[in-house]
């Protein structure tokens, strides 16, 4: 008997390609009143893109809109709150996210404290969250990332920091993945090319974990694969040109891609790690802190589903594998092409007296990944991985 | 600057798997009454299939249902439109296609008509159809596919014959996405091979049409590719075997894949010159009409897409292609393999007098998918494919 078993949803409507942004004026809009939440930096109007967002609205059918225009790299509890604040004062009906992951994913809780009563943290299912139901669906949601790592845009996840509590925690429900997701990759030239690196590691993660996860399935081994293969192809020309809109395109792909395996395996336990390390230590880029630990996190696997690292590797470097390792030594390579091959833990003051608070943290505010990852890890094994990813 | 657009949009949650028809009595439903589609042969009550559904759904909160029971292995719009008239009479507000395609196809059409006044043909926007816009979304859908072939449980669309004007048209929209679409392939077991067979084909032309399309996509061709992988390697053991659940395991993912390719790419004018087929010859099964014009068809486009034609062949083969022609011998020798590669046009009683106006009828009823050919196709060539399948 056959034991293949699997779920497939991913209910948003994906619109990908150069230019496509203007499709916001003739997509259907989910609502009347659209609350805009950028970050507090000023690319999204220094570039243009908030104006172009609004211009666009009003041509679909007069749609209005407000700006929330105050979320943080590591976006936090309070924002949100506030931000559902106002948009029940301005009667907005539906949230769009205009930026990074940071921006997306705080529309995604906008979305959802818009709509509903109480803190953010009473709806959170672990840490010190209380796993209360959610009474009312979210608010409709639309994604417009200009960055490719994230993979928001295709997930239902929203990852949101508790400042009071040192939390870092992702969520998500059927009504926080995206009504509509517009990925234009010319949004995405103006990234410089440490963060367009940074980035493009987290969507690399997100299909390498997805595939590697125990609840991997014939489809999210589609997504992972041609996410990998994008990646480790065209990840080096957007970091050295940014300008390189053919590289660009392919990593917003390989990017979406990466978010579609979000939805149809997991991340593992990598990710637990690294929001333990970003929940101490905000100054340091989710990218960066995964890239830090990743030849140690994957190495501790390699012997555990050979078969699949082996595959990674020959759709890498479209060479014959004959080791495990084969995959360890092309994601260095690409690490090195991307000039990201000696970021450590150190480089940003994580000190090995926080090794083991980090490991307790990540067990106890993303559990859940572990659960994905290839086998159990041990407590000593992730304190080998900090250790190898420290200095 | 990149050219690459693409939109993947299959709102419709998937699940997969031998045992999964379970999952009926612990999945949200859309509503509180369903009405259950199935064909007039006695398939769905002789295995219990009908019974076990009514049980499941009282299960999953006393959900009420009625059974409409009267569809033909080429569904007619007569029957949709009475099964809509018992569903408005009945307050149903869902509605499930258990079965083939062809109660599935039912299924979303009835789900238009329940929710909507007039004839079925008012809204059919080709052919002698009036193209009127559909004021009110159709009734939630929930599929259970006992066939591996349409693939209708991952895209929008219903095949309907208009009896009067011998027209098979397909049509659908957002809304005609099933919610929800359980495929359990123990449900196929009792599948005779020759039906088998012709489903397994259907889905294979869904997957290579889809990838020689000119609207195929990255994401497509991942879904197309893998289906034909599958098909090849797996329908041959499901024809000869019916009992080999691994095999059919294989054969129902790949028509679910192929289904999502037809919702992210498209058939080809291949699709349209069956339909013709089978509007006039109703006892032609919709698989094995496509079977019969199959090596003429793709033939008439080998040179057009050489490089596709060789990247079917290879996943096919496993073995590096030369030449495009090798796609059209690994299609012959899996024809072989599945019995059915002597499958003629005059086994059906088509007569060369037809070929003219099945040419026409195509051109009118299915005009669209033709401009999605690799190129454009003439006219002497339809007639030659035609002439080449008639025996």
Not at 57 to 72: A, P, R, Y
Not at 76 to 81: A, E, G, P, S
């Amino acid at each position: 008997m056959s034991t293949l078993k699997l779920t497939h949803n991913i209910p948003t409507k994906l619109v990908f390609g150069c230019g496509e942004l203007k499709r916001l004026a003739t997509e259907p809009m989910p609502g009347h009143k659209a609350m805009i939440v950028i970050s507090s930096g000023n690319s999204m109007k220094k570039h243009g893109y908030l104006d172009k967002v609004v211009k666009l609205l009003i041509e679909n059918g007069g749609t209005e809109s407000v700006v929330f225009d105050k979320i943080q790299p590591n976006p936090t509890k309070r924002h949100v709150m506030e931000a559902a604040e106002i948009c029940k004062k301005e009667k907005c009906d539906f949230i769009i996210g205009l930026g990074g992951g940071s921006s997306i994913d705080s529309a995604k809780s906008i979305a959802i404290m818009a709509n509903n009563e109480g803190d953010y943290w009473d709806y959170i299912p672990s840490g010190t969250g209380k796993g209360m139901a959610i009474k009312n669906k979210a608010l409709p949601i639309i994604a417009i990332p200009t960055t490719a790592g994230t993979g928001t845009e295709a997930d239902p996840w929203t990852v949101i920091t508790n400042e009071e509590t040192n939390e870092k925690i992702g969520f998500g429900n059927n009504d926080t993945f995206p009504v509509l997701s517009i990925v234009d990759p010319e949004l995405m030239t103006s990234i410089p090319p440490h963060l367009t690196a940074y980035q493009g590691f987290d969507a690399f993660f997100h299909a390498a974990e997805g595939y590697i996860a125990n609840c991997a399935t014939p489809i999210s081994d589609l997504y992972a694969l041609e996410s990998i293969r994008l990646l480790y192809k065209y990840l080096p020309a957007a970091v050295n040109n940014g300008n390189d809109l053919k590289a660009r395109s392919k990593v917003a792909l390989a990017s979406m891609l990466a978010g579609m395996v979000e939805s149809t395996s997991s991340c593992t336990s990598e990710h637990s790690l690294e929001h333990a390390m970003s929940a101490y230590y905000p100054s340091l880029p989710h990218g960066a802190g995964l890239i830090a630990i990743s030849l140690a996190y994957f190495g501790t696997f390699k012997n555990d589903c050979m078969k699949r690292f082996m595959k990674m590797a020959e759709t890498m470097t479209e060479k014959k594998s004959a080791r495990p390792s084969d995959f360890l030594e092309a994601l260095e390579t690409m690490q090195k092409q991307c000039n990201v091959n000696d970021i450590k833990l150190s480089d940003y003051g994580i000190t090995p007296e926080d090794f083991n608070k980090m490991k307790e943290n990540a067990r106890m505010t993303m559990g859940g990944l572990f659960a994905c990852d290839p086998r159990p890890i041990t407590g000593e094994e992730i304190m080998d991985i900090f250790r190898k990813s420290y200095k």
